[in-house]
């Protein structure tokens, strides 16, 4: 099966991603208009400096906690969604066979920022939260972890922009070499 | 860019039209069309060469620089 162009792989996964899109927009609505509790969240799970951790509301003082979770929660969505949007533009041309499109380095460059900024976010919600609202067990306190693997893609999605750049440079030069 | 292609001239001054110097020549008319309408990035000496024997010119006969063009790129 070849890799791009119409019936290829990358026009399966297109499909594949727009469906993920639609379900996550539906996700990112519900939440934004269902309140917390409605919600059925009980838990937050966080990666911190020793590993994954799940806290559960109980260990949570106060009501802004919840609303702290719902917010960050409903941040992390929305920038899955933005990514989802991205990834499935960015397979509409490689899905037609056309991977040097204009558009595409900066569908990647905005994709790669989006990557990163919600790297980002989520770990100065993170921070906040456990800083602020959270309970520590026998007085240990939780260290906030940075996910380095998501700024890592980002910024390798960044350069991979400026290579469609050069990419669809090269390919006008080309087609306007009489 | 400044370099100006003036094939529309020399191809009236010939009475060439578009399709038959891109039959002659063996080049595609879309290309010439490129060509004659400044849209070319950049011309391979084989074509040049072509042209030039088709229609019995120099390159600079083609191919003049406006300094005037520079700045609108």
């Known amino acids: ?5 119409p019936r290829s792989i990358a026009s399966k996964l297109q499909l594949f991603v727009k469906i993920l ?3 996550e927009i539906v996700r990112v609505l519900l939440m934004a208009l269902a309140p917390i509790d ?28 919840r609303w702290w979770i719902w917010a960050m929660e409903l ?3 929305f920038c899955h969604a933005v990514v989802l949007y991205l990834l499935m533009r960015i397979l509409e041309p490689a899905g037609a066979g056309e991977p040097f499109h204009p558009k595409m380095p900066n569908r990647l460059r905005l994709m790669g920022y989006a990557v990163v900024a919600s790297a ?24 906030w972890a940075v996910d380095y693997d998501a700024i890592f893609l980002g910024l390798v999605l960044v350069v991979l922009a400026e290579v469609f750049c050069r990419g669809y440079a090269l390919r006008t030069e080309s087609e306007l070499t009489v | 860019m400044g370099i100006r292609v003036h ?3 020399v191809m009236l001054e010939r009475g060439v039209s578009l399709t038959e110097l891109a039959g002659r020549v063996g080049i595609t008319l879309a290309n010439l069309s490129i060509l ?5 990035k950049a011309i ?30």
């Open chain 2, 36 to 40: 004659k309408s400044n849209k070319a």
């Open chain 1, 75 to 77: 941040t992390a969505r």
């Open chain 1, 120 to 143: 980002l976010l989520r770990t100065v919600f993170c921070a906040v939260l456990l800083k602020r609202w959270t309970y520590t067990a026998s007085g240990v306190g939780y260290s």
């Open chain 2, 7 to 9: 094939l529309d001239r």
């Open chain 1, 1 to 5: 099966m070849k890799a791009i162009g």
């Open chain 2, 44 to 73: 391979r000496f084989s074509t040049l060469d072509a042209l030039c024997k088709e229609l019995e010119c120099a390159p600079g006969d083609i191919l003049k620089y406006d300094s005037r063009g520079t700045d609108a790129e």
């Open chain 1, 38 to 65: 409605h919600y059925g969240l009980q838990y937050v799970s966080f990666d911190v400096g020793s590993g994954p951790v799940q806290v559960s509301f109980a260990m949570l003082r106060g009501a802004e906690a």
């Open chain 1, 21 to 23: 899109f639609l379900v």
